[in-house]
């Protein structure tokens, strides 16, 4: 039997560190797989923000069921305040109110400075949220007492329109604190068959001092 040839001098290795792989369509080489396209819907930038908040039909947002998932990209959020979370919740009413039912659980990894080989890996109970109408936790808390001590992450939520099913959602963030490094993991259910259609995002104590939040739909295929 012979054997294929492999054509590795075209395969993009910076493209595809974020993809998957799959054979081409010759089987002599490789290609990125497709995962679902994703459409930027939205950014806003905070600068001294006491929120930042994403509402179906307000400045060009769609939330609705255009697309089956949303994801939120956290891009450098920086608080004007120490011991602050970062912290999301949702809406059933455009915006009027947020404090819809969550429960949650959420588990933490980190090293205790940035020159420290300690670490720790544990389920972080202070977070979760118990059929609780309470603002989301995203991360541990952040001092901001230097440039760098910012976060960063994203945020999953599946099917918010829906109508007959509770939300799921998920999220991946970073944060440092006092030169702490923090990995935090929070999955969880939005308790409502009301369709969700705003989103807002803040700081459990002051503002939002600087970041970029980018929001955007994701499609099946």
Do not use: W
């Not at 819907?41 to 179906?56: G, Y």
């Not at 919740?89 to 020159?115: D, K, L, M, R, W």
């Not at 994203?154 to 799921?168: C, E, G, M, R, Y």
């Amino acid at each position: 039997m012979a054997l294929t040839k492999f054509n590795f001098n075209s395969f993009d290795v910076t493209t595809a560190a974020s993809k998957g792989l799959a054979f081409n369509s010759s089987a002599n080489g490789f290609e990125t797989a497709s995962e679902g396209s994703m459409v930027l819907i939205k950014t806003l930038t905070a600068s001294s923000s006491s929120t930042l908040s994403f509402v179906d039909g307000s400045s060009s947002v769609v939330f609705d069921n255009t697309y089956p998932a949303y994801m939120f990209k956290l891009i450098g959020l920086h608080p004007s305040a120490s011991d602050a979370q970062t912290q999301f919740q949702v809406s059933t009413n455009t915006g009027s109110s947020y404090g819809v039912t969550i429960t949650s659980n959420s588990f933490e990894a980190g090293h205790n400075g940035e020159g420290d080989d300690s670490s720790v890996l544990q389920y972080a109970g202070n977070d979760d949220l118990i059929q609780s109408t309470s603002f989301q936790p995203l991360t541990n808390t952040q001092y901001h007492g230097t440039a760098d001590e910012a976060m960063s992450g994203t945020l999953h939520i599946f099917n918010p329109a829906s109508t007959t099913f509770v939300k799921q959602f998920m999220s991946t963030c970073n944060r440092i604190n006092n030169n702490n490094l923090g990995h935090h993991r929070h999955g969880g259910i939005i308790n409502t068959t009301s369709a969700v259609d705003a989103i807002q995002f803040k700081f459990s104590a002051g503002n939002i001092d600087s970041g970029t939040i980018k929001m955007y739909g994701i499609k099946d295929s």
